[in-house]
């Protein structure tokens, strides 16, 4: 078959890398086998040398397209600087897939056909755990609480204009068009909730957000962001930017009275976010409680800065 009849051949692959140049390897391998049709970005967020030569081996190795930054520009700015590549590079459609996450090729195709019908969709599959257990599809982040539960949960009176429907950024598929239009990821997260504040905003420009429950992808998180080899701890990062981001996001897209609503209920939120490693790590609280704390009051602050910029822009 001529590769550039191949649907596929439209699709770009983007993966960030920080330190994980063996996990990207193997999993993308596993995910694509040979010949893939399509485009591979790959974006490695600078982190050391030697960690910049395997990377680039492993590249030239496969024939993947490597786009080596000078700094860590994080999850959303390496994304938003591998599209920009990908597009260039004449690509109609992305598809992001963390390091630590595999799927098949016919599961891409099947992702992939569904988006080139539906231009505003962003679809993504269920992504489960390498045991088999469900880590995420649909999620629904209810504001008038403050937290995330599955779709599946929803109840049947549920006030739908108090419930932001996200899908993760582990695995997901959208046109080149819709991207464009939300003008990628907001860089001012960083790492985490990134994918909650897309989700949202392709709904704001008229998109739909889904998880096909028939199409699955792995994703095993802790080979990237647990603290040690014990079962749930965290980084302190995650538990930075988890607090932090929370409250970033309703300064961005909450009503002040909602906004007001999850700033009462930060203390409960952060200690949520921590229970995530356990309380066995709560030992160490200048992994653990510190990083936490920090990251809520920053959330406050950029909470009240966003809105007093509002504030004085009306």
């Known amino acids: 078959m001529d590769r550039s009849a191949d649907p596929l051949s439209t699709l770009a692959v983007l993966v960030v890398n920080y330190g994980s140049h063996d996990v990207v390897e193997s999993n993308l391998t596993r995910s694509l086998g040979e010949d ?27 024939g993947w397209a490597l786009l080596a930054l000078p700094t860590n520009e994080g999850f959303g700015g390496g994304n938003n600087r591998g599209a920009e590549l990908a ?55 209810h504001l008038d609480l403050g937290e995330m539960r599955s779709s599946r949960r929803r109840p049947r009176d549920a006030d739908l204009d ?12 959208l046109s080149v068009e819709l991207w464009q239009r939300l003008g990628g990821f907001d860089e ?15 709904v704001l420009a008229g998109g739909r957000v889904r998880a096909d429950p028939a199409l699955f ?10 603290a040690d080899t014990s079962a749930r701890a965290k980084s302190p990062i995650y538990y930075y930017y988890n607090t932090r981001n929370r409250l970033l996001y309703a300064a961005k897209l909450l009503t002040r009275e909602d ?42 602050r950029l909470w009240r800065s966003h809105t007093a910029s509002v504030d004085r822009r009306q």
């Open 36 to 62: 893939f049709p399509g485009q591979v970005v790959i974006v490695d967020n600078f982190s050391t040398e030697h960690e910049r030569e395997r990377i680039t081996d492993i590249c030239q190795d496969h």
């Open 87 to 141: 597009i260039r590079r004449g690509a109609t459609d992305l598809l992001l897939v963390n390091p630590d996450a595999w799927l098949s090729v016919e599961t891409i195709r099947q992702l992939h056909e569904q988006v080139r019908a539906d231009r505003d969709l962003q679809l993504a599959p269920v992504v489960l755990r390498p045991d088999g257990a469900l880590y995420t599809a649909e999620v629904d982040l």
């Open 162 to 173: 108090q419930i932001h429907t996200w899908v993760s950024g582990a695995c997901f598929i």
């Open 188 to 202: 001012d997260y960083f790492l985490y909730w990134e994918d909650v504040d897309l989700s949202r905003r392709v």
């Open 217 to 226: 992808a792995v994703h095993d998180e802790g080979t990237t962001h647990r």
């Open 259 to 300: 906004g007001r609503r999850w700033l009462r209920r930060t203390p409960r939120a952060s200690y949520r976010v921590l229970l995530q490693g356990g309380r066995r790590q709560f030992v160490n609280p200048l992994r653990t409680f510190w990083p936490a704390l920090r990251g809520s009051l920053d959330g406050v």
